[in-house]
């Protein structure tokens, strides 16, 4: 087929229903959009958490109570609960570790 005899029959049909050539060019629209729409909340999600956790700072030490020894994955770790919970000995030992460094 020669480019005239496509363009003329896309043409054709896209003229001989008119309906369903709405439809569709409809039906893309909304697909851009939306794919428009998330991208952009993604990307302003995460530009909004990077500028919160950099609003933090570098100078911040988070700390987690936890095992004292490491070992490799084990799944039961995830139901049960921590060992033990922090104390003022352990905020006294971290405030000690400051005056060091």
Partial sequence: MKIF???RYATDAATGTPLRTSLLLLAMSIGVAAVVVLTSLGDGARRYVVGQFSSIGSNLVIVL?????TRGFNPANLVTSTPRDLTVDD???LLR???AA
């Fill in 91 to 93: 905020a006294n030992a």
């Fill in 97 to 99: 570790c400051r005056q």
């Fill in 65 to 69: 109570p936890g095992r004292s020894e």
């Fill in 5 to 7: 005899d496509t363009l």
